[in-house]
């Protein structure tokens, strides 16, 4: 298949990147790395999370650093939300959009959020009618698309029930994560072969953490297939704290450079992006993980 000529970033740095964090960010430096985010023109921020504080506490002040950011009329700030109750807390907090989360394996559901997939379900959709009321768009997260940190290879037909039943739902795309970054290419194939059997690929978005380094080839045969949103994670912050080592998102910037070789369009202005993930490094005392942002700093 011919490769899309644009593509949507879903950047999950300030949730996904900033969640694993154990020291506590100062929230001035949260509202900051989102306000760059979208001076840098991202046009979809997952912004924080609306969960219970005791199981992750560094998005304990998401509510805080919603009402604080500096507002782009187009832009986007979604948040992740496990239940009703956090559903609430985000629309309060005057998100525009919330993604539900589940999993293709028994054990990360229990682990991450506490019940099986049957009742993960059940509790989504209650979410699912609270925003459908509020006209608020809900996509979903199934995690361990491809491997589980506890149960090992998941099948992909499971991923495309939970896949199909979030969509059922009334959730507008799944995006597909590889939550301990262990596939290849291959896997993604295999995948969505399976998966587009019965799901229309637009309603397909690809979440690769790149623990193996794989992330940027995943994204390539992605593309291939027709997948039009990826998410990523400025400076490759993050991983999960319910998937011991797990590293962080795919770098934005080097998915934006990867997209700009292959003349797809993103809309996101590559310098300023690295600009902030610099920033949001030395902030957190860590080296940027993004190749690109190294090598364009370095020079
Ligand atoms: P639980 O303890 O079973 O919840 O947690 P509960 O319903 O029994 O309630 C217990 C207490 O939590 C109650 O308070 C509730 O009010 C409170 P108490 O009465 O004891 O004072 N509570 C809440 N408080 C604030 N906001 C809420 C909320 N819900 C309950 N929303 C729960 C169940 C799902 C809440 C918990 O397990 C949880 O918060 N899990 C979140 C874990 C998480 O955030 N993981 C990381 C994100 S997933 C990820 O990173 C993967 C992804 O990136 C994709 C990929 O890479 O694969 C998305
Ligand atoms: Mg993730």
Redesign the pocket.
């Known amino acids: 298949m011919a490769l899309p000529s644009k593509v949507k970033i879903v950047e ?1 740095g300030p949730r ?1 990147g900033l ?1 694993n964090e154990s020291q506590l960010i100062e929230q001035a430096d949260k509202v900051a790395l989102i306000n760059g985010l979208a001076e840098a023109n991202v046009s979809h921020i997952e912004a924080g ?8 506490p560094q ?1 304990a002040d998401s509510e805080a650093v919603f009402t604080r950011i500096q507002r782009k009329p187009a832009t986007i700030y979604s948040a ?4 009703l ?2 559903y609430e ?1 985000a629309i309060q907090a005057g998100a525009n959009e919330v993604a539900i ?1 589940g ?1 293709a394996s028994e054990s990360f559901t229990e682990k ?4 099986s997939i049957k009742e993960s379900l059940h509790r989504f959709r209650d979410v699912i009618k609270a925003a459908k009321a509020d006209d608020i768009p809900v996509r979903g ?1 199934v ?2 698309v491809v491997a589980c940190p506890y149960e090992g290879a998941i099948d992909a037909a499971i991923v495309r029930d939970v896949s199909e039943q979030l969509l059922g739902m009334g959730c507008y795309e799944v ?1 597909l ?3 301990i970054g262990v596939a290849t290419p291959a896997d993604v194939n295999r995948l969505l072969k399976v998966l587009t059997s019965t799901i229309a690929i637009d309603k397909l978005a690809v ?1 690769f ?1 790149d623990t193996y380094g794989q992330a940027l080839a995943n994204i390539y045969a992605a593309l291939q297939w027709g997948v039009t949103t990826i998410d990523s994670s400025v400076a490759g912050l993050g991983g ?3 998937a011991k080592g797990a590293s962080g998102n795919v770098a934005t910037e080097d998915v934006v450079y990867l997209l700009n070789g292959l003349s797809i369009e993103t809309g996101i202005d590559l310098e300023k992006l690295i600009s902030v993930g610099n920033l949001i490094s030395s902030i957190l005392g860590k080296s940027n993980q993004s190749k690109v942002a190294n090598a364009k700093t370095n020079r």
């Open positions: 999950v996904d969640q999370s609306f969960v219970n504080p005791q199981w992750v998005m992740l939300v496990p239940n109750q956090g807390r989360f999993a991450n959020i506490n019940c997260y995690s361990c995006s994560g590889d939550t979440h953490h999960c704290p319910y």
